[in-house]
């Protein structure tokens, strides 16, 4: 087995070894606990007497210091709805993207009363607050007036993760699990930060050879820590920090001390500094090639094409939020893994970082928070479904999405990345909401974050403005799609942004595996991409290897687009899309020749022609009440009273298919695309059941979201009119 991986279970199991202790936590030391009255021992050495648990909380700096994430950690959003004052505009200023982060989980985080900075706080406000303590980094203790808030009856308390030291860590986290009554969930990230703060340090003792590291705070160049902060996780993670010796705390260190020193290893912190257009933007929303770009002209210095860590490419940015905090042990992971990449090829920071916010955090995972100015991606060139040659920068992370209702990659997607998928889309056309809107509120369960990404709409009516914007790495659209609307994706791909065209449409195996190896070969998911297509080979043989062998008149079918109820005759298909797939199912498709692409048949034709297998499509079409409706929601009673409503229309009393009772519906989304092969396979069986009475479409279809989706199977997706 890979040691990625390897170390992926190993980091797992601890996370569950600790949060399984939940309930055997030890005390914390310095508390003695007098039922609900407690004397704590703070950072400062102070003894403060206080109730808990506290209901009402301020924070000093907790925005701008990020100890609102301690917080959090410790309590989730029982904790934080006890803030009731921090220095909101500080924090929304200082690290945006944090907040903004926060805000979106909970809006309500926006309303906290701000009482300003340590340098500038507003006092009398915090005391008509009436909290029950206030918090503040030992950082900030020149700086608070203690004697007035405790003469206001205020306890403070000095808590301190910027020291980078574990006993400091676990006082402070075991004091706030203290206060809001969590003492046991402090307790489990106390004993994984101590685990994976261990596991770097007993690696990097026996190190001879330590590399010599520069790291600059990214908020303005020179600036870098001696013996403090960053300074200190930089030696725990087993570098030699050129500027020890020169700083207690931070400076400015010279461009030529920096030259002379030649650093092994350069370390830029980054973050969203909107004062500092400059800054190399890392976090919840940050790019990767943005920031790698934004790196790359960070260190164009003069004299730094000597630097031995420039020359060889030993230069990294990491998210400067990432130090004094309860997740900083991140940091150190990745700090190491820079410095001794073969000694810690078996750990990876980012997914632990992943695994840390599902287990810890009310917000989810998002954004680059590190990376390397090495990790170039490479520009590959691939023929795409429209025969073009195509030159993209793989793996592909920014994708905006065409056809995302049917006939567009947002179901290969999510069969290729999972639930990570929404973190790829950057924006998308309309069409999954508005014409498959169970589809889309069974997604939207699964990944809320699909809502918020915007509409740049789609084909002729696609805002190239909107698209150019999002900086998407590409835009993926049918071929027939492109080549209806070629002009406005001209503009696209002349902004410097590329156009992939994949083809479900067509409705053969040959564009099918093409399309899902070529994303799968520029989201670097090949393997996975080979597991789909093989699962979907396997699927339509199971009716391809029968049809061959059948021996008898093939059926005559009518399929209709259910979309416009029974009082109006909708889109049937010629030799495309669902016309393709009657004839891949074995039957005769009475509108071949009749219709090119799609359109609606004159009844008197339909009548003549006589059918003997009638198929309405449905979906869920909010703006027509007459539809046929199938889907996640559907109920079988409904839509079979539905399907029925159209064996109703004027003359269909004549037709065979509806004397025989040979009238079914299949839901119209799993035409052109990656699960279609159920379509072909009810189809088939309703053509031929005796042939195919051993195969259940519906339990294949069930395998197929159990191994390719996010979401689980329900509803009714395929119904005939006899139950």
Partial sequence: MDKKVIAAVIFVLVVGVVFGAYFLATPAPQIEQKQFEITVTDLAGRVVTLEVPVNKIVFVEGGHVGYIIALDAVGGEKALKKIVGMDMEEWKSIRQWIYSKYVEVYPWIKDIEDIGTSKALNVEKIIKLHPDVVLAPLYTKEDIPVE?????????????????????????????????????????????????????????????????????????????????????????????????????????????????ANPDVIVVTGSYWVKRPESIWLGYYAHQDLARERLKKWIERPGWSDINAVKNNRVYAIHHQLSRNIWDFIAVEYLAKCFYPDLFNDVDPVEDFKIFHDTFLSIDYAGVWMLSLEEEKKAITVTDLAGRQVTVKVPVERIILQSSGSGGAFYTLFALEGKDAPEKIVGWD??????????????????????????????????????????????????????????????????????????????????????????????????????????????????????????????????????????????????????????????????????????????????????????????????????????????????????????????????????????????????????????????????????????????????????????????????????
């Fill in 148 to 260: 007035k808030l405790e003469a206001a009856g205020i306890p403070i308390i000095f808590i301190d993760y910027h020291a980078e030291t574990i006993e400091n860590h676990r006082k402070s986290t075991l004091i706030l699990g203290t206060l809001v009554d969590q003492r046991d969930r402090a307790k489990a990230l106390v004993d994984l930060y101590e685990e994976r703060a261990n596991m770097v340090s007993s690696r990097v003792a026996e190190v001879e050879n330590k590399p010599k590291v520069y790291l600059e705070g990214g908020y303005r160049k020179w600036s870098t820590y001696g013996r403090y902060m960053w300074g200190e996780m930089v030696k725990n993670a087993g570098g030699t920090n050129i500027a020890w010796d020169l700083f207690e705390r931070g400076g400015e260190i010279s461009p030529e001390y920096v030259l002379k």
């Fill in 430 to 723: 309309p069409g999954l909401k508005k014409y498959r809107m169970w589809i889309f509120q069974k997604f939207i369960e699964a990944c809320p974050e699909l809502e918020n990404i915007p509409n740049v709409g789609s084909a002729k009516d696609l805002s190239v403005e909107q698209v150019i914007s999002l900086n998407p790495d590409v835009l993926i659209v049918p071929a027939y799609s492109w080549k209806s609307a070629k002009d406005v994706y001209d503009k696209v791909e002349q902004a410097g942004i590329p156009i992939l065209t994949i083809d479900y449409h067509t409705e053969t195996l040959e564009t099918h595996r093409e399309s899902i190896m070529l994303l799968g070969k520029v989201l670097g998911r090949e393997e996975k991409a080979q597991e789909l297509v093989d699962f979907y080979e396997e699927q339509v043989n199971e009716v391809y290897s029968r049809l061959d062998e059948i021996d008898e008149p093939k059926p005559k079918v009518y399929v209709e687009l259910g979309m416009k109820g029974p009082s109006e005759y909708s889109n049937t298909y010629g030799d495309y899309m669902w016309g393709a797939l009657i004839e891949k199912s074995g039957g005769i498709n009475i509108a071949k020749g009749k219709i090119e692409r799609w359109g609606p048949i004159s009844p008197e034709y339909l009548l003549d022609a006589n059918p003997d297998v009638i198929i309405i499509t449905g979906s869920y079409w909010p703006g027509c009440p007459g539809s046929m409706r199938l889907g996640y929601y559907a109920n079988p009673e409904e839509s079979r009273e539905l399907l029925k409503a159209f064996t109703e229309r004027p003359g269909w009393d004549t037709l065979s298919a509806v004397n025989n009772n040979r009238v079914y519906s299949i839901h119209h989304g799993l035409a052109r695309d990656i699960w279609d092969f159920v379509a072909i396979q009810y189809m088939a069986k309703c053509f031929y059941p005796d042939v195919f009475e051993d195969l259940n479409p519906e339990e294949n279809f069930k395998e197929f979201h159990e191994k390719f989706l996010p979401v689980d199977y329900s509803g009714v997706w395929m119904l005939s009119l006899e139950e």
